[in-house]
C-alpha cells in the first residue's frame, strides 16, 4: 500500500441505501469491516457518512417531504438508527465510534475549527473511528441544496474534514465509477478522466446535477472537494461504493476511479 497514514472517507446516500431508500446493510457491514482492517494496519480513519434523512423517512415510512422542518426531523430520527448500526457493526471488530455533527460554520470559523480538531486528535488517539455528518437537525445548508456554498451530500464537508485533520488521503465513494468527460447515464461515448491535476471550467460544465433522487450531490460537488484537496496538497479519490474494497485497490496506486492531485 501507498505509505497513507491518515485517511478520509467519505459514503454518500445513494450507496449507503437501496432504491426504497432503506439501509444497505450488507454494504455497511463490508464497509465497517474494510474500515477495520485499515485501522488494524495503522492506518487512522475517519468516516464522513451521509443519509440521515433519508433513513429517518425509511424508518417512519414516510416519502421525502417538501418542508425543511419535515427534513430536519426525519434527520434526527435517522441519525439514531445510522449510529446505532456503525456502533454494532464497529464493535464487532472491537472498535469504538465517536458521532459528530457539525455545521459549515464549525469547520470554517477559527475558533470553532480548532474544538473540532482538538476532539477529533483525541479520538484518533485513542484509536476511535470518528463518525461525521453534517448537523441536519439544525443546519439548513445541505437541505436547501440550490443554495450557494452547500456541502453537497457531505462532499465538500469530508474535503474540509480532510483538511482540518491534515489527512493524506480523501476518498469519496459514490453511485458512479469516477469522473467522466461527459455523464455515462447520459453519453456513451463518456471517457473516464483517470487522474486530474487542475480543475477547469469544462469539467465543471460537464459535471451536470445531483447524482440521484436519494443523494443532494453531483459531479460538481465532487469538483468542489477535489478544488480544495488540490489547494491544501491531499490526495482525493472518487470511486464506485458498491464494492468498499475498492479502497484496497486506491491505496495500492491501482489505475480505478479518477484520483485529484498535483
Not at 34 to 44: F, T, Y
Not at 193 to 201: G, K, M, N, Y
Amino acid at each position: 500500500m501507498k505509505d497513507y497514514k491518515r485517511i478520509v472517507v467519505k459514503v454518500g446516500t445513494s450507496t449507503l441505501t437501496d432504491s426504497k431508500g432503506r439501509l444497505n446493510l450488507r454494504l455497511m457491514d463490508k464497509l465497517v469491516l474494510v474500515l477495520s482492517d485499515l485501522k488494524n494496519n495503522d492506518i487512522e480513519v475517519v468516516l464522513v457518512t451521509s443519509g440521515a434523512i433519508g433513513t429517518g423517512l425509511a424508518a417512519l415510512n414516510k416519502p421525502k417531504p417538501a418542508y425543511v422542518q419535515s427534513k430536519q426531523a426525519a434527520a434526527a430520527v435517522g441519525q439514531c438508527r445510522l449510529m446505532h448500526i456503525y456502533d454494532k457493526l464497529f464493535t464487532e471488530y472491537n472498535y469504538n465510534v465517536a458521532q459528530i455533527l457539525v455545521t459549515r460554520s464549525d469547520l470554517t470559523e477559527l475558533n470553532r475549527n480548532e474544538a473540532v480538531l482538538k476532539t477529533l486528535k483525541e479520538l484518533l488517539k485513542w484509536k476511535v473511528v470518528p463518525i461525521i455528518n453534517e448537523n441536519d437537525s439544525v443546519s439548513q445548508e445541505e437541505i436547501h441544496s440550490s443554495r450557494q456554498n452547500v456541502f453537497g451530500d457531505n462532499d465538500t464537508l469530508s474535503a474540509l474534514v480532510a483538511a482540518l485533520v491534515k489527512a493524506d488521503l480523501l476518498v469519496l465513494l459514490t453511485d458512479i465509477d469516477a469522473f467522466y468527460t461527459a455523464d455515462p447515464r447520459e453519453n456513451p461515448d463518456a471517457k473516464r478522466i483517470p487522474r486530474v491535476t487542475d480543475i477547469t471550467d469544462k469539467m465543471k460544465l460537464a459535471s451536470g446535477g445531483a447524482g440521484s433522487a436519494r443523494g443532494t450531490g453531483g459531479m460538481i460537488t465532487k469538483l468542489a472537494a477535489a478544488e480544495i484537496a488540490l489547494e491544501k496538497g491531499f490526495t482525493m479519490a472518487v470511486a464506485h461504493g458498491k464494492d468498499p474494497a475498492v479502497l484496497y485497490k486506491i491505496l495500492n496506486g491501482e489505475d480505478i476511479g479518477t484520483i485529484f492531485e498535483r
